[in-house]
């Protein structure tokens, strides 16, 4: 039998346990399937997917292909060819679908498109490779039938025929479908349907003759009234040889099925006929020819002769004629038109074991299985009716031999089992199923195929009628006691087969425990009645009956091979330990009477005639004590203690103690036992425990106890029964049941007690206990003592009342209603009924009592027998009034948690406990443990917003406010650092300054965590107290670090991880908080002392200069010079000096000390303060003293003065000449700070031409998966989810795959990843930020091919984090603000995956003009590759702050074409710099990896045309400036020169670049655009030299450092340093300029383009927000509008804009990445609802964009509003959406190594995982989970 190659549609329902199932993930709509012969693949069609099954429908791989209309495996089964849409047809390598041949057309040259949506029948030709193909096509004129044989071979795909058939739109019929298609000898055969109603089968002729297809014959089959086509078989050995069986369903009617047969035979005798009556000259034709155009229906020719069917010799065109072609009916086998059943759609021929079965398949989806009882068709019978799915089975394919039939609905691939024998289990039902195929194999227990039974051929061995089962099975006796040995049982059963010769039954009675019960061989040949020895010892058993199944077993198949279930018991009688449990057992129990034990017989007993059983007794013949009831209807006994009284039992079947067998009464209460003396009164009358003279003392309280009766004899001691268990007795003693008379009648009465109040002792006693001149009461009140009041408490409260008062005494009533009305201070207080206790208390609450005074009286009127008597108790309660002085602190932020003390009066009135405080409407938690009268502290709770209001203090119904406001203000928040790059000294004990908003409202801490890098874990951490300087400014003191716990100093610089902790705060309780920050600590400054004396001459107005290194890392404020105890004023400080101004007040010698900040002190040395001669008084004596001199030496005088003179006159020239130069440097500097004004103002008004063309050519964008693994793992581009699954030694690759498939399984349960988010996240110790963002990225790639299910999973969790959030009262506008849960990094990883093509398809070419524009404005400007700055930055940081006024070198460079480039470039830039200018002109836009890197080639100057200079950036030529050595640049070659000498020199030639290979097998010319490799520029990377430098060489660039020479001397000239702060306006030539890109790429991202869709992700995050802040009561805006921020433009654009690297194969400089930072910056700025504190002392890079930042605010808002305006989405399209981008993106990684890596996660927390599995509810999830996990080991 062959299968006919039909259209097929595929789905999966659930049908059956042994039926097996797929659907495609993605929920594909399936269309064709074709199946190998042996039945182990398959593969399926979809929409756009070829899918590749194994036998029992596991997935093993698939390939993408469009619009697939028709599949079919060539012969041989080495190829799969796929027909498509537009008429294509593409063959694929069956073991590698990957593997594509190339494609052919369907039809002839000229083909057209597929008519519709017919599908295209293929099917395989006998021959290897062979594929044959059937299809209606169609043009704008008319239609077409397509027929072809194509062959596959050696891995490509030709035609070998196809033949073109054309029909008419007009006449006959309008439409042909192709149905199915078959091979038969030399014929192929087509069946088709037209119009719906018509079936015919074409046939061609398969030869190798030039004719081949060309002679087209068919016939119309009819089976019935019109018919459509449902199925096709073709049986090779029917009865008359090849017979086609057709199932057909009615066009109109839709219940209808039939099913008719035609005979090949028949099919070609009728095609003859038409041919031979067509040659014969009776146009009869049956013939079609493609080669003359259609007139009407089709076109058909006749032949002059008879001839070969497949080489006739067409006839003229005079004999055209349009004709059908001849008509053959059959009967219908089957017809199951009618109600019953629902249309045909598919049917299948399965041949098995000599049976000829045929499957039908319905409408909805029921499988219909009939049996032909004979080769000739006929009566075929249905024996099976299958409900498999709910939707139409399409079509049903058996590949012969195959256990399973596999049926195909439109989305589901179903493999039903051919017959399902193995679920039935006994006989009965396995005869009754009535399967041709099934029957009972009655020695081996089971429904099976004959084939499968053993010795088969014996009909009662192998049973397909019910009457042969065997029947009547049963054992006598059927039950047995447990401790019997030895026992014959007699066993019965009809048609019981007989043992084989070498075959033994034997009897097994079930399994019990561990032991398997076998029996003896039976013996005999009489297999009707049979005997069972039993003969072994059982084993003891727990429970009074053992029901075990009783067998018969064969030793051939050790099988029991009949049984009844439970039909044999063994009982235990021992296993009851009470007589009325053993008397009332269901087996032959008794009872011994005196020993007390159940046995099975009386001969156990010591005693036997005292042994009742079920059969002369029942368990009323137990004995039994019995209950008491009392007068309150209560089963118990009473006893009261301390009075000489026994206790009654009534009992029933007492046996008379003899011998040694006697009675105990036990009485137990507390723990306690007491045994009393029993007396027995007879079987019925009961027992009298009598309590001893000392019994009595042992119970000193009223209890609550239980009586028991204890039987002891020889080796007996039991415990009687009860009627009720426990036996319940109350033990009370009077005296303590209350400590008053009314107490005392009350109890009294109430338990039903005998006590009563006896006046004499002033106690409660019994009846017996009151002598008998004393008065006794035991009802009435009325001789008790005067009611008492003892205590009232709270004895104080408010005077609006409210007040819960319990008061206490002594007899205050005998019941409720004794209590006439209870005034305080003559206000009532309403009494708590329930609260009442007789004679004791109550309590009550008080009423308003306004105008009482403070301290008033309790009185109580009581009830006493009709009299009235009241108890007093006199000043007994205060009212007081609450006052609220004053409370500290006055305002808090809105997250709470801050302790506020008040202070006031009568605070602690009341119940104190009850009171309740409220600030600004916000509940205030009280500290009861500190409440006094004057004062009150609570904790404040966290409040939405901010808020004003007063501090309210409740008790009862007293409320209190305060006289002034209190206020909740914003959380405090840090915006950045006052000094962006910070640096700290080690010494440390320097002030780190934060700038932002409300800082002053909170005591704010400073964290420093100092982290070893090796295990990422925390080894010190330093806590430092913060000072707020204002509301938004805060100095945190920087402590001095431990330098041996830092292990990464090699750099000398040290980067902290640090953060700001508020404890009330939950904003700053984040180490991470200010990660956008660094402090990088260095060595500490070193202030260098006085070489001697410092001599300073008082009133010069000179400054005191000391000398030191490293002093730029400091800033003015944090030094201090001292001199003694007085300040030097500070001028200046720079790395090297500092200056200062000393007091006024300065006399004599003083030392001079330096500290910066709290712990670096220096003693600089010593200091000696001069008075100057004009300020020095002389005293009277002096004068006259040289006048004496002068008169004696005057003509000595004269000469000296005549020397001095001269010598004044000569230094008064050199200060002059001093003075001039001092003038000149200061117009100097003045000139040059004109000329950097005058060069920044031209800037701003004339360069506004940028001179880059950044949209050249395509746009270097990388690929998805380059672009999704930055995301995804941006700190490893090699991750393992790139390469296959690496499997460890020993581990079998196949176990470990399907381990890893059952836990994928097991994640696509959303219960179990919610779960195991939770467990993860709940060891925030050890599952630190790095591992949540590891998870979060594996489960994006488990998922990635399910986008729909990955997006569900995030919304759960997003979804929970938001509530988890709010919960825990954090602030809401800090959600999503940060990476800090496995849901925030996964919505990053959804948004990289879903925004992809909008940002290659739209918004991504505005980020690359802008990268190119900035570095285009950055190289007209000189950049210093060492430190990175650039003259044109638009970064703050980068810029260069010197005047350079480079010349431009005009080269050309020769490209690896030969062609000349003109490059621009500067005199200034380094070699490194000049070759990447060159690389950027050549390759242009070209990927960074698609061409040499700068390691690769050399740059040569070449002056001929033979050899070259080589040009490095270190050679034996670099500049030695000290102990600085300068990085080569171009003017270092003297280019200029070389230019000069070659315009005034003809026979000169200008200088030339070209680039060269490093590489000896490459030419300098032949440098190919697609080496690999990667240019790096940033200020560390210098270009590769072969000379060493030494490491500690220090090198530069275009500036020396600071430290090394205060006066910089740029390349322009020696000019004087200038303020730095004049080179800023650079910053606002280069913004003016760059500007336009920046608005650009800010509206291609923050707005709704033009005729473009709106990213449909973006639109379902931001609802999702919106019903989530709806769904929490969120109705503050700037909430909303801060999720959204931080969910999108924060979390991903700005990402992507400081990184164009994710997106582009492009490299990106660090001065680059500074101007994109500041990009970044302002558009941070304009997504924030606040308004950034702009002043004078911001970063320049802030104050850049103040204009634009407002409109871009604008903008971000009406961006929102947009979105929120379009129509929500709903599940459904996002779906479809989600499998576009799927289908689209293609490329994706390897999921496995994700599970992997997640099933280690989840191995590591495992015990938490399934604890909490379990603690969910989720217990069959955590069972999954253990199995797994032992599957792993």
């Not at 398959?42 to 993408?64: D, E, H, M, P």
């Not at 010079?1121 to 000096?1137: D, F, R």
């Not at 050309?1452 to 070699?1471: N, R, Y």
């Not at 590489?1559 to 190919?1568: G, L």
Request: charged share 20%; hydrophobic share 35%; with cysteine.
């Amino acid at each position: 039998m062959r299968f006919v190659a039909a259209v097929i549609c595929l789905a999966i329902t659930c049908c059956s346990a042994t039926n097996l199932l797929y659907s495609p993930s993605n929920n594909d709509e399936l269309s064709v399937v074709t199946i190998t012969d042996a039945g182990d693949e398959l593969f399926v069609a979809g929409r756009n997917t070829i899918y590749k099954l194994s036998g029992n429908l596991v997935q093993l791989v698939s390939v993408n292909v469009s619009n697939i209309r028709g599949l079919s495996l060539s012969n041989g089964e080495q190829y799969i060819m796929a027909c498509l849409t537009n008429g294509s047809c593409v063959g694929y390598d069956v073991t590698d679908l990957n593997r594509i041949m190339s494609s052919v057309p369907l039809n002839e040259p000229g083909a057209e498109v597929l008519s519709g949506d017919d599908p295209v029948v293929m099917f395989p030709g006998e021959a290897g490779g062979i594929v044959f193909t059937g299809a209606a096509t169609q043009t704008t004129e008319m239609y077409r039938m397509s027929l072809g044989q194509y062959s596959i071979t050696g891995g490509s795909i030709m035609a070998n025929t196809t033949r073109d058939y054309r029909l008419a739109q007009s006449g006959g019929f309008n439409a042909r479908v192709f149905k199915a298609g078959f091979g038969i000898n030399n014929f192929i055969y087509y069946i088709v349907e037209d119009d719906g109603s018509e079936i015919r089968i074409l046939r061609v002729c398969n030869e190798s003759s030039n004719l081949n297809f060309q002679a087209l014959y068919e016939v119309e089959l009819v089976c019935g009234p019109a018919a459509s086509f449902a199925g096709a078989s073709v049986l090779e050995n029917g009865p008359n040889s090849e017979t086609l069986i057709l199932t057909v369903r009615s066009p109109t009617n839709v219940r209808s099925g039939r099913v008719c047969t035609y005979n090949i035979s028949d099919i070609n005798d009728a095609i003859d006929a038409g041919v031979a009556a067509c040659a014969g000259g009776e146009n009869r034709a049956a013939v079609w020819d493609n080669s003359f155009p259609a007139l009407n229906f089709y076109q058909l020719i006749c032949g002059d002769a008879m001839s070969d069917v497949c080489n006739l010799i067409l006839g003229s065109l005079a004999d055209l004629e349009a004709i059908r072609g001849e008509v053959l009916s059959s009967s219908s086998l089957i017809d199951e038109t009618g109600d019953q059943f629902s249309q045909f759609t598919s049917s299948v021929i399965v041949e098995v074991e000599g049976e000829l079965l045929i499957f039908i398949g319905t409408e909805d989806g029921v499988l219909l299985k009939y049996n032909f009882m004979n080769q000739n068709f006929s009566n075929p019978e249905r024996y099976n009716t299958t409900t498999i799915t709910d939707t139409s089975i399409t079509s049903l394919q058996w590949p012969m031999g195959i256990d399973y039939v596999y049926g195909l609905t439109n989305r589901q691939v179903i493999a039903i089992l051919v017959e399902d024998c193995q679920s039935f289990r006994d006989c009965t039902s396995c005869t009754g199923l009535g399967d041709p195929l099934c029957g009972w194999c009655s020695i081996e227990n089971k429904c099976s195929r004959r084939s499968q039974c053993s010795n088969n051929t014996d009909t009662r061995r192998w049973i397909q009628e019910q009457n042969m089962c065997v029947m009547n099975f049963a054992i006598s006796p059927n039950t047995l006691p447990v401790e019997l040995t030895g026992q014959q049982f007699n066993i019965t059963a009809d048609q019981l087969p007989p043992p084989l010769d070498n075959e033994n039954y034997y009897c097994v009675f079930g399994d019990l425990g561990s032991s398997l019960l076998e029996g003896d061989r039976i013996p005999g040949a009489n297999f009707t009645n049979l005997i069972c020895n039993y003969s072994f010892v059982l084993q003891q058993f727990s429970d009074d009956t053992a029901l075990v199944n009783f067998s018969l077993r064969s030793n051939l198949t050790n099988i029991n091979f009949i049984t009844i279930y439970d039909g044999f018991s063994f009982f235990n009688c021992s296993t009851h330990t009470s007589c009325r449990s053993c008397l009332s057992s269901n087996n032959l129990c008794g009872w011994c009477l005196y020993d007390k034990m159940c046995t099975s017989s009386s001969d156990q007993c010591r005693l036997s005639t005292d042994w009742i059983n079920t059969a002369n007794s029942s368990n009323t013949s137990c004995p039994l004590i019995l209950s008491r009831t009392n007068t309150n209807g209560v089963r118990e006994y009473q006893h009261p203690v301390g009075v000489s009284r026994n206790l009654s039992l009534n009992a029933i079947n007492l046996p008379a103690p003899i011998d040694n067998y006697t009675y105990q009464c036990i009485i137990s209460y507390n723990g306690t036992q007491a045994t009393l003396q029993t007396e027995y009164t007879g079987p019925n009358n009961g027992l009298e425990c009598i309590p001893g003279e000392n019994d009595s003392s042992l119970i000193e309280y009223v209890n609550d106890g239980s009586v028991s009766v204890l039987w002891t004899g020889p080796n007996v001691m039991y415990y009687l029964e009860t009627e009720i268990d426990p036996l319940t007795v109350i033990l009370y003693n009077c005296s303590a049941l209350a400590g008053g008379c009314s107490s005392c009648l009350s109890s009294s009465n109430l338990l039903s007690l005998d006590c009563g109040w006896c006046n004499n002792s002033g106690s409660c006693v019994v009846t017996e206990s009151c002598s008998m001149d004393s008065t006794f009461t035991s009802n009435s009140s009325s001789t008790c003592p005067l009611p008492q009041i003892t205590m009232v408490n709270p004895n104080s409260g408010p005077y609006e009342g409210g007040t819960d008062v319990t008061i206490t005494g002594t007899d205050l009533g005998v019941v409720f209603e004794d209590i006439i009305n209870i005034t305080i201070g003559g206000a009532s207080c309403t009494i708590y009924s329930d609260s009442y206790q007789p004679g004791v208390g109550f309590m009550c609450n008080t009423t308003s009592n306004v105008s009482a005074v403070s301290s008033v009286d309790v009185r109580i009127p009581i009830n006493r027998d009709g009299s009235l008597q009241t108890a007093v108790l006199s000043n007994g309660f205060r009212y007081a009034e609450v006052i609220i002085s004053d409370f500290a602190p006055k305002r808090i932020p809105q997250s709470g948690n801050i302790t506020i003390s008040i202070t006031g009066d009568n605070l602690n009135i009341s119940n104190f406990l009850l009171a309740r405080i409220t600030l600004a409407e916000t509940t205030c938690k009280v500290n009861f443990t500190t409440l006094t009268s004057t004062s009150a502290q609570c904790v404040a709770g966290s409040r939405e917003r901010r808020g004003t209001g007063p501090v309210v203090f409740f008790i009862d119904r007293s409320t209190t406010e305060s006289k002034d406001d209190f206020t909740y203000t914003d959380d405090p928040q840090v915006f950045s650092l006052a000094i962006v790059e910070r640096q700290i000294i080690r010494s440390g004990g320097i002030q780190v300054v934060f700038q932002g908003e409300d800082l002053n409202v909170v005591p704010i801490m400073m964290i420093i965590d100092i982290v070893r890098s090796t295990t990422n874990a925390t080894v010190m951490r330093y806590e430092q107290e913060c000072t707020a300087n204002s509301e938004t400014s805060l100095s945190c003191l920087f402590p001095m670090i431990n330098p041996d716990l830092l292990d990464n100093l090699e750099n000398k610089t040290y980067t902290f991880t640090y953060g700001l902790v508020a404890a009330s705060v939950l904003g700053l309780s984040d180490l991470q908080l200010m990660s956008q920050f660094e402090l990088q600590m260095v060595e500490d400054p070193v202030i260098l002392t006085f070489n001697n004396t410092l001599s300073y001459t008082i009133g010069s107005n000179t400054a005191i200069q000391i000398f030191g290194m490293n002093l730029a890392v400091v800033v003015q404020s944090e030094v201090t010079v001292n001199i003694n105890v007085e300040m030097c004023i500070i001028n200046t400080i720079n790395g090297t000096l500092i200056t200062c101004t000393p007091p006024q007040n300065a006399r004599g010698s003083s030392n001079v000390t330096v500290s910066i900040g709290r712990n670096l002190n220096y003693t600089v040395g010593r200091i000696q303060f001069e008075e100057s001669e004009g300020d020095s008084p002389i005293p009277i004596y002096i004068p006259i003293a040289v006048g004496v001199i002068v008169l004696i030496i005057i003509v000595v005088f004269l000469i000296i003065l005549c020397v001095v003179v001269r010598r004044y006159r000569k230094k008064e020239k050199e200060s002059e000449k001093l003075f001039a130069d001092l003038q000149l440097q200061l117009e100097e500097m003045e000139s040059g700070l004109a000329d950097e004004c005058k060069t920044a103002f031209t800037e701003l008004q004339t360069d506004l031409e940028l001179v880059c063309n950044p949209s050249e050519g395509n746009l270097p964008f990388l690929d998805f998966r380059s672009f999704a693994m930055r995301f995804l793992f941006p700190r490893d581009p090699n991750h393992a989810i790139l390469r296959p699954l690496e499997i460890p030694k020993g581990a079998n690759r196949e176990n470990v795959m399907r381990n890893l498939e059952s836990f994928r399984k097991l994640l696509m349960n959303k219960k179990f990843v919610h779960t195991m988010v939770k467990t993860l996240e709940g060891n925030p110790q050890k599952f630190g930020i790095p591992d949540r963002c590891n998870v979060a990225s594996y489960l994006m790639v488990a998922f990635q091919t399910d986008l729909d299910y990955a997006t569900e999973i995030l919304i759960l969790l997003l979804g929970d984090l938001i509530q988890r959030s709010l919960s825990n009262r954090q602030n809401p506008k800090l959600l999503l603000r940060r990476t800090e849960s496995i849901a925030e990094k996964m919505l990053a990883n959804w948004l990289c995956f879903l925004l992809y093509p909008y940002i290659s398809d739209y918004c991504g070419e505005s980020l690359y003009v802008l990268v190119k524009a900035i570095k285009a404005r950055l190289e007209k400007g000189p950049i210093d590759v060492v430190t990175g700055e650039a003259k044109y930055s638009l970064s703050d940081e980068r810029l260069l702050r010197h005047s350079i006024d480079p010349k431009p070198v005009d080269g050309f460079a020769l490209s690896p074409t030969g062609e000349e480039i003109p490059i621009k470039m500067w005199e200034c830039d380094t070699v490194t710099q000049a070759k990447e200018k060159i690389l950027d002109a050549i390759y242009k836009n070209n990927p960074v990896s698609s061409r040499p890197s700068i390691t690769e080639i050399d740059l040569e100057l070449a002056t001929s045309t033979e050899h070259g200079v080589p040009l490095r950036d270190f050679d034996a030529s670099n500049e030695h400036d000290g102990e600085f050595r300068k990085i080569n640049t171009l003017g270092h070659f003297h280019l200029h020169a070389m230019s000069a000498e070659a315009t005034s020199n003809p026979k000169k030639p200008p200088p030339k670049f070209r680039l060269v290979t490093r590489r000896e097998d490459r030419s300098p010319i032949n440098i190919r655009a697609d080496m690999v490799g990667t240019i790096i520029l940033n200020p560390s990377a210098l270009s590769t030299t072969t000379l060493s430098i030494a490491e500690d060489d220090k090198i530069y660039h275009l500036v020396r450092p600071e430290d090394y020479n205060a006066e910089q001397t740029g390349a322009g000239g020696g000019r004087q340093k200038l303020i730095r702060e004049v080179f800023l306006p650079r910053l606002l030539a280069t913004k003016r300029i760059l500007q336009p890109f920046v608005d650009d790429l800010f509206k291609a991202v923050f707005t709704i383009p033009r005729g473009r869709a709106m990213p449909k992700a973006i639109k379902y995050l931001f609802d999702f927000l919106d019903w989530q802040a709806a769904h929490n009561g969120i109705n503050d805006p700037e909430v909303l509008h801060t999720w959204k921020t931080n969910s999108l433009p924060l979390r991903f654009w700005v990402n992507v804009i400081k990184n164009p690297e994710f997106v582009f194969d492009i490299n990106k400089s660090a001065t680059v990445d500074s101007c994109l930072s500041t990009v970044a910056s302002a558009y941070i700025d304009a997504c924030s609802t606040k308004e950034y504190p702009y002043s004078k002392d911001a970063p320049a890079s802030k104050l850049l964009y103040i204009s634009e930042v407002k409109t871009y605010k604008q903008m971000i808002q009406q961006y929102y509003q947009s979105i929120q305006s379009l129509p929500k989405i709903g599940d459904h399209e996002m779906a479809t959406y989600l499998r576009e981008v799927y289908q689209n993106q293609q490329t994706y990684f390897v999921s496995e190594c994700a599970l992997n890596e997640l099933f280690k996660y989840c191995k590591q927390y495992s015990e938490q995982l399934i604890e909490n599995l379990e603690g969910d509810g989720l217990r069959s999830l955590a069972t999954n989970f253990e199995k797994l996990l032992e599957e792993f080991q």
